[in-house]
């Protein structure tokens, strides 16, 4: 039992005072035994699913799409997948299993602001790419693809319209930023009968035979069969019968240009 507490006046002022305040030891530990195994329970709590989530994230498998070949591996050998053109990356070496663009491990130094004129002093540090873990979506595959990639290439992919668009970009810089994971990612979308469509349509839009018409295909006088005949088609096949004519008769290529070319014309001379 606690004894009551007093209060007593001293200059004015309330003061208490505990003439003797006694807690039972059972109590006492009773009470703090609650407290600690409260703790202990709320932190066995948290800690397990904090780690169930890093190992779903972890543990997540590649989705199979539903035709063609599985999405390839970053690092296995794969002969039926063509090489990427610009080799692999031999600095930053992470980055052939990802799509970091061109970013590297930028180096520098910490310059003081009040010595940065006279005696600067100076600090090494480096600064890294900022990479991310995404699973982003591919519409020819019909199935995310989970991949590293940088913030830079993940805000280039929602500029160009999604991930098929940015992995089928054909200007010199882009094959560059791909790497070799991306160059793989860009054959196996290239595999599927949705982009395939689209590079047919492209070929009969600017005038080209379609693709799978084999080269024995056409007959003797040069011309493309007429299911998928048109006057652009039989034009290209035309000029390529010509110069074939030219190369087996041993012909003289005549590239000078015609007369008259670069001259400079008389004109009526000024009078001032």
Request: charged share 25%; with cysteine.
């Amino acid at each position: 039992m606690s004894a009551p507490l007093r209060l007593r006046s001293r200059g004015g002022q309330r003061v208490i005072d505990a003439v003797a305040i006694m807690t039972p030891c059972s109590s006492l530990a009773s009470s703090t035994t609650a407290a600690s195994l409260h703790s202990f329970s709320a932190r066995n709590n948290f800690w397990p699913q904090l780690t169930r989530q890093k190992q779903q994230l972890r543990g997540y498998k590649q989705v199979r799409p539903h035709e063609g070949p599985p999405i390839p591996s970053p690092t296995a050998q794969q002969p039926e997948i063509p090489p990427y053109p610009l080799g692999p990356r031999l600095l930053y070496k992470q980055s052939n299993t990802g799509l970091y663009g061109n970013a590297r491990i930028r180096f520098g130094n910490t310059v003081s602001r009040e010595t940065e004129i006279i005696n600067p002093q100076k600090n090494r540090r480096k600064w890294r790419p900022n990479i991310h873990e995404k699973r982003l979506f591919s519409e020819a595959l019909g199935v995310s693809i989970r991949t590293r990639i940088s913030a830079r290439v993940l805000r280039t992919v929602d500029k160009a319209g999604g991930l098929d668009e940015y992995l089928l970009g054909s200007k010199p810089a882009r094959i560059s930023e791909l790497g070799p994971w991306g160059w793989r990612l860009r054959w196996r979308i290239m595999q599927t009968q949705r982009v395939q469509e689209r590079f047919r349509r492209e070929r009969e839009a600017l005038g080209l035979p379609a693709r799978d018409v084999a080269i024995e295909s056409f007959d003797e006088e040069g011309a493309c069969p007429k299911a998928g005949a048109t006057s652009e088609g039989d034009s290209v096949v035309d000029y390529v019968e010509e110069t074939q004519n030219m190369i087996d008769g041993d012909a003289v290529f005549d590239l000078a240009p015609e007369e008259g070319f670069m001259r400079e014309e008389t004109g009526r001379k000024s009078s001032l």
